[in-house]
């Protein structure tokens, strides 16, 4: 017999901020980064499957979801931009890379509008688990049987005590 399994959302919610000039010495155009990554995997800490939404601008670019890349990084998560390939930056280009490794968390961007990259390792990154519609569904289904069972419970014992 076939199982049909389905991959888990899960949700990437991070805050990076401190961000200091990786070449050049500049000031970074925008010193708190914050955003979401929805994304699909098998299990927390398996393989990402797919990338199904993302909340982020930096310094004017607003990222879509065919954008980034996501992999298992150690006990964590490695996300960035598909500009360089090598999990490093492009200057001069709308990248980021991010991972989630506690102990090495690291946010690291640079922008088409200058040629620097910045980098800080001030990053708050939680991801969670996102509860299935169906599963929400049939728990509302599952209160509202019970609050008809037990109204309809009462008006029986009110019209057994009349008789």
């Not at 959302?9 to 990554?37: C, H």
């Not at 280009?93 to 990259?117: E, K, L, Q, R, W």
Request: proline fraction near 4%; avoid cysteine.
């Amino acid at each position: 017999m076939a199982s049909f399994a389905s991959a888990d959302t899960f949700e990437l919610n991070f805050t990076a901020s401190g961000f200091a000039s990786v070449i050049n010495n500049t000031s970074a155009p925008q010193d708190l980064v914050s955003g979401r990554i929805t994304f699909e995997a098998d299990a927390l800490g398996a393989p990402v499957i797919s990338i199904s939404s993302v909340d982020l601008v930096i310094d004017g670019h607003v990222y879509q979801a065919s954008d980034i890349g996501g992999e298992v990084f150690g006990p964590g998560y490695f996300f960035g931009a598909h500009v360089s390939d090598d999990h490093g930056i492009s200057w001069g280009t709308d990248d980021f890379y991010m991972t989630t490794v506690p102990g090495i968390a690291n946010f690291t961007y640079s922008s088409s509008n200058a040629f620097d990259g910045w980098s800080t390792a001030q990053l708050s990154a939680a991801v969670t688990q996102v509860p299935e519609p169906s599963a929400a569904a049939m728990t509302l289904a599952g209160l509202a049987g019970l609050a008809g069972f037990a109204r309809r419970r009462r008006t029986l014992s009110v019209v057994t005590n009349k008789a």
